[in-house]
């Protein structure tokens, strides 16, 4: 794409930028350690020794604390005749100012079972959140004279008490046990959570940017100042596909800070880029249907901005607008300009696509940018066959991160197979995608097959084929753009239904009409497109549990595609007035996609406040499966006093993200995995669901009924979740932590 030689001058500013922003980093870093060791100083309380201590009645630090003062801990292995009579299931942190008697490398020691998590002055020292047998855990620390934030978080194993804080100063022979003398404690009022999660946020923010930056810069480099002159001339040849690129930013950017604006699937996935960025590796703490690799994605950028709405939004922004971008190679490689734009400017301002790209972010954005960059790789492998392994790659990966993404692969591909009279196989762009998609679907084939219990799905029951009327009934209204506003805007206050499956239909005819009179080069195109959709239609009810829209998300991107192909075939087909009246028709509908954006959703959310409606129709799963509408579940678990919840399915019942990342509250719920048996959780919540009443059976078979009771939900609760509250056993403080000094 670039041409010429890049000159010593353009190396050397890439080189300085890099150290550049590097040392920006450093620094930066330095100045929120020294940030953090002011705050220490200012929390500390005055005349005191000591730590301060929260104790949790759960192993997850979460809901309310017992606050005290103690001394350092010193605690060892109780023995079988002291164990407590009830099992502990607690976790504390320990909190204070840690003075450094002289400068210099610091020894710490922590002796400890279970969980255990230290942060001095913000940093991660030393990170084993995971249950094992009592040990110590070491690490060299620099530490300067005087104060230190120390942050010691602990959960403790059920039977036993373990924890000892140990250092060995500068010069020291040997570890001994920190003295109380060193430590002050922090002002429970002052060292709030919310104080805490900032300073180490901050830390992480800085380690994280000292890579985000050289990489940020790299890429400008390449991109722009590598060779500028080509890129500007890249720019003024297609000026078109910038206005569209720009408008599909701006569409997809400004809709306000809103809860239903960002899915509750969506905000899990920033949730487990905080376990990565903590640690966890592939698969701990995630579920099965749902791959890690836009998790690995966000680990950085969550890391440095924090888990928030905007990231999310940006983000799925980013990968949709360049997902625009690779349709536009695309097109403009297999078919022409008027083509390539036309199938752009529709992605652009489609109503259900321009929703559907941020909501939520890993099938949406990210599935597409996948498909259409796989497809511009199947494109150029017709000079280079190999590139087509490489695209199938992709595309397994799509089908790794979230099995919703199979229908564009598969639905094309049995379109591909059917418009070429199965002559396809002969043919390396096939079987060479094909094999890259199995190298790509590998992990998750190996990780469901050690998994296989969690996903129960019912796939292949042809008795769905009955609900065939019913899916398409929704599918059109769906692309339409009805369903989308009722479920992420509560209204639907300008009635449009017809107008854009009207266009659809209309886009058939035309191309159906020029394959038998007017077949080209580029009508197999116009075949595999509209063939997709139909195939998609017949899959739909087999594959999908319900007819949740969100499994029409691809199907609306097909529709967008094979409307353009329509409008752009009958300016190719047309001359003179009638010419000008289908350019005149295609300025008119793009208007109307944006009229509707903009009434359907600025004027019906700022009038409903952003409440969802009820469907009635039994093929939508809407009211068990609406975005963030678990936050009113966690409403209802607040008032009923309940610290901590263990759920289920941990995937829709992300209740602590629903209260942390949107409601700005402390942390008071915690999605849990059922087969820990903690004997902390409160109630069990489950997805009223055919797959959440499975799980419900088997969850009571091992927890005997008399200990959980079914609870009565009010209406707008009970057609969604069902609710389990434990009666027996109580599960109290643990009085034995508290009496053990």
């Known amino acids: 794409m670039f041409q010429g030689r890049t000159s010593l001058k353009q190396h050397l500013v890439l080189v300085a930028g890099i150290l550049l922003l590097v040392g920006l980093a450093q620094f930066m870093g330095q100045y929120t350690t020294e940030l953090a060791r002011e705050k220490a100083d200012s929390w500390a309380q005055k005349g005191g020794k000591g730590l301060l201590v929260r104790l949790y009645d759960n192993p997850f630090l979460t809901g309310p604390a017992k606050v005290s003062t103690r001394p350092s801990c010193r605690y060892l292995i109780l023995s079988q005749e002291d164990k407590p009579a009830q099992p502990l299931h607690a976790s504390w942190r320990w909190l204070a100012n840690l003075k450094a008697p002289k400068s210099g490398e610091y020894l710490i020691d922590i002796f400890a079972a279970e969980a255990i998590r230290l942060f001095i002055d913000g940093k991660p020292v030393i990170d084993h959140w995971a249950a094992r047998a009592p040990r110590h855990l070491r690490t060299l620390v620099w530490l300067e004279k005087g104060g230190h934030l120390w942050d010691l978080r602990n959960v403790q194993s059920p039977h036993h008490l373990v924890l000892s804080q140990s250092w060995a100063p500068p010069g020291a022979p040997a570890s001994r046990l920190i003295p109380d003398s060193a430590f002050t404690p922090l002002d429970n009022q002052k060292a709030t959570t919310q104080a805490l999660y900032e300073i180490n946020q901050a830390q992480r923010r800085w380690l994280a940017l000292a890579w985000l930056l050289p990489l940020g810069w790299i890429l400008l480099w390449f991109v722009f100042l590598k060779n500028p002159g080509a890129i500007y001339q890249s720019l003024k040849k297609h000026w078109a596909v910038s ?155 799509g089908v790794f991160n979230h099995s919703i993404f199979v229908v564009f692969p598969a639905t094309l591909g049995l379109a591909g197979l059917l418009v070429s009279r199965f002559k396809v196989l002969k043919h390396p762009l096939y079987w060479g995608g094909g094999l890259g998609m199995l190298i790509g679907i590998l992990p998750r084939l190996i990780e469901r097959m050690v998994n296989n219990h969690r996903t129960p799905m019912s796939f292949f029951d042809l008795g769905r084929l009955k609900e065939l009327g019913g899916f398409t009934d929704i599918l059109l209204r769906t692309i339409d753009g009805q369903i989308i506003y009722q479920l992420y ?40 497109l509209c063939l997709a959709i139909i195939i998609f239609i017949l899959m739909a009810p087999i594959g999908a549990p319900t007819a949740n829209p969100r499994y029409f998300a691809y199907c609306v991107i097909l529709a967008g595609l094979v409307m353009a192909r329509g409008w752009s075939r009958s300016l190719c087909w047309t001359q003179g007035n009638s010419q000008k009246a289908v350019k005149s028709g295609l300025a008119l509908f793009t208007v109307f996609c944006l009229a509707s954006l903009g009434v359907n959703y600025f004027y019906t959310h700022l009038k409903s406040g952003g409440h969802t409606l009820p469907w009635k129709n039994r093929l939508l799963d809407h009211v068990s499966d609406a975005w963030m509408n678990h936050g009113l579940m966690a409403d209802f678990l607040e008032k009923k006093g309940y610290p901590v919840v263990a759920t289920a399915d941990r995937w829709h019942h992300t209740l602590n993200l629903a209260l942390n990342l949107y409601q700005k509250k402390p942390l008071k719920f915690m999605a849990t995995p059922i087969e820990s048996r903690s004997a902390t959780e409160r109630a069990a919540v489950f997805y009223n669901s055919p797959e959440g009443i499975a799980t419900m059976k088997r969850y009571l078979r091992g927890n005997p009924k008399k200990t959980f009771k079914r609870v009565k939900l009010p209406d707008y609760l009970a057609s969604k979740y069902i609710l389990l509250e434990r009666k027996a056993p109580p599960v109290p403080y643990s009085r034995a932590m508290e009496e053990i000094r």
């Open 243 to 397: 206005l569209i690129l720009l408008l599909a930013g701006f569409l997809r950017l400004v809709w306000g800070d809103i809860v239903p604006g960002v899915s509750g699937e969506s905000a899990y996935f920033l949730y487990r880029a905080e376990l990565i960025s903590q640690g966890a590796l592939p698969f701990q703490g995630m579920i099965a249907r749902t791959g890690p690799f836009l998790d690995y994605l966000l680990a950085l950028p969550v890391m440095a901005f924090g888990p928030s709405p905007w990231l999310l939004r940006i983000t799925s922004g980013l990968l949709n607008t360049l997902a625009i971008l690779f349709c536009y190679r695309v097109f403009l490689r297999e078919t022409n300009k008027t083509s390539a734009l036309t199938a752009c400017l529709l992605l652009a301002v489609l109503p259900g696509v321009v929703i559907f790209s941020r909501n939520p972010v890993d099938y949406t954005s990210l599935g597409p940018l996948l498909f259409f960059v796989g497809l511009d790789l199947f494109s150029l492998s017709r000079k280079k066959p190999p590139l087509c392994i490489l695209g199938g790659v992709l595309w397994g990966i």
């Open 489 to 528: 805007t509560g209204e639907y206050a300008w009635a449009v239904f017809g107008i854009i499956p009207l266009a659809l239909l209309a886009a058939y005819l035309v191309l159906g009409w020029g394959y038998f009179k007017k077949r080209d080069n580029e009508s197999w195109i116009d075949a595999v």
